[in-house]
């Protein structure tokens, strides 16, 4: 019997403090080629120094996106829900569709989130407690 790759999913959920308060998208893991193609594209959709250009690169970035969801909480203005799609993730705002690539990428690439404010990891480095003091203006000294 061979070996099967386990299903790994990714849970975004954004921040309260920023525009995409609230949302929240379920996504299969990225494969190796997906990764590459969302991150040279996102970086192209960035640095196009036209819109024209932007426009250009942003089919890729659409095509992976949706093809990677399993679930959001998008809704209408009415509450209705908007079930993911290629034609719905292709309605999203460049702003928006390359925020939440971006995250995915970093959640597939395994970066760890940032320690909290009150970390107690440890005693601080010793480089902190060291006596300083001022250099002489001559360097012979």
């Known amino acids: 019997m061979g070996f099967v790759m386990p299903d790994t999913t990714y849970r975004l959920v954004f921040d309260q403090d920023t525009d995409l308060a609230g ?3 379920r996504l299969r893991a990225l494969s190796v080629d997906d ?8 970086a192209g959709v960035e640095d196009a120094v036209s819109e024209v250009d932007q426009i250009r ?4 970035v659409v095509d992976v996106l949706a093809a990677g969801i399993l679930s959001w909480n998008m809704q209408t203005e009415a509450g209705e829900p908007i079930p993911p799609s290629r034609h719905a993730v292709g309605r999203l705002t460049i702003a928006v569709l390359t925020r939440v ?26 480089e902190a407690s060291l ?8 360097p012979s000294s």
Do not use: I, K, Y
Not at 104 to 125: D, E, N, Q
């Open 57 to 60: 690169q942003v089919a890729p």
């Open 23 to 25: 949302f929240e998208v």
């Open 101 to 126: 690539a971006r995250e995915w990428m970093t959640a597939a690439a395994g970066v760890p989130a940032p320690l909290g404010g009150s970390s107690t990891s440890g005693p601080p480095a010793p």
């Open 35 to 42: 990764l590459l193609t969302l991150a040279q594209t996102v």
């Open 131 to 138: 006596p300083m003091e001022a250099l002489s203006g001559n």
